[in-house]
């Protein structure tokens, strides 16, 4: 299975997460996400976007260094991020690992998880990376490899999400239906590890924090005995990311 990380230009990009995820990877920089490269061993394979946000000389280096520049127009419909995914799925990608595409503007955050949510991406597996967490877009299923007490979210990123069951959480759903204007989904927390998030219909956003709970659990959890080896079809499976 080809895997991609798509590195976008999100200030604050913590550097040992996304070392951790290069291994093995085919690396594409969304134009200023290259910059995260600068003076690092292991450089992106590819540079996508329109340049705004690189010097010459930055662009000069990164290519001394192996990179492929493939250029945009500055006006363009398409973000960076975008053609960024489109490129990585055309090159045979089947999971993406997203660093970069979280924190500075608002309005570029939502954007970003929009379009990592859309149907021209679904059959890619997307996790976006952050300080601290892991979003998770899920289509049909996702099997969170996480330490007990990890603080899960469940976001509808459409209107209705319908047929959602859990497993190996506090707050456990069984073929519920969750609502894009709801907050039921949360703040719940991973009692046994893994844990497993289905749904039958729509996309749910997947929001695993790696904190064992500190910022909201102050009594010692529930004992809760290890749930049956249940099948399923693998797919949005997500090991626990580098933390």
């Not at 000389?57 to 990164?62: F, G, I, S």
């Not at 979210?153 to 073929?175: K, N």
């Not at 893994?194 to 729509?202: C, D, F």
Request: with cysteine; aromatic share 4%.
């Amino acid at each position: 299975m080809t895997r991609a990380v798509i590195v976008a230009n999100a200030p604050g990009i913590d550097w040992p997460t996304l070392a951790a995820l290069l291994p093995g990877a085919l690396v594409v920089a969304a134009d200023g996400g290259a910059r995260a490269f600068i003076g690092r061993e292991r450089g992106p394979d590819v540079i996508i976007g329109d340049g705004d946000s690189l010097a010459p000389a930055e662009l000069a280096q990164l290519a001394a260094n192996g990179a492929r520049i493939v250029p945009h127009p500055r006006d363009k419909d398409e973000t960076d991020l975008e053609l960024a995914l489109a490129w990585a799925l055309a090159h045979g990608a089947e999971e993406c690992d997203i660093v970069g595409a979280l924190g500075g503007r608002w309005d570029h955050s939502l954007a970003n998880v929009l379009v990592c949510a859309g149907k021209r991406f679904a059959a890619c597996r997307m996790r976006l990376h952050a300080p601290g967490e892991t979003l998770y877009i899920v289509h049909t299923s996702v099997v969170l490899d996480e330490s007990r007490g990890a603080t899960v979210s469940l976001i509808p990123l459409t209107a209705v999400v319908t047929g959602v069951t859990t497993r190996g959480l506090r707050y456990e759903l069984s073929a519920a239906t969750l609502r894009h204007d709801q907050g039921r989904g949360l703040s719940n927390v991973l009692l046994v590890p893994p844990a497993m998030v289905t749904l039958e219909s729509g996309v749910l956003l997947v929001c695993l924090h790696h904190d064992d709970g500190a910022h909201q659990w102050r009594n010692p959890l529930p004992h809760v005995a290890a749930l049956p080896e249940q099948p399923h079809d693998g797919r949005d499976r997500a090991a626990g990311s580098p933390h």
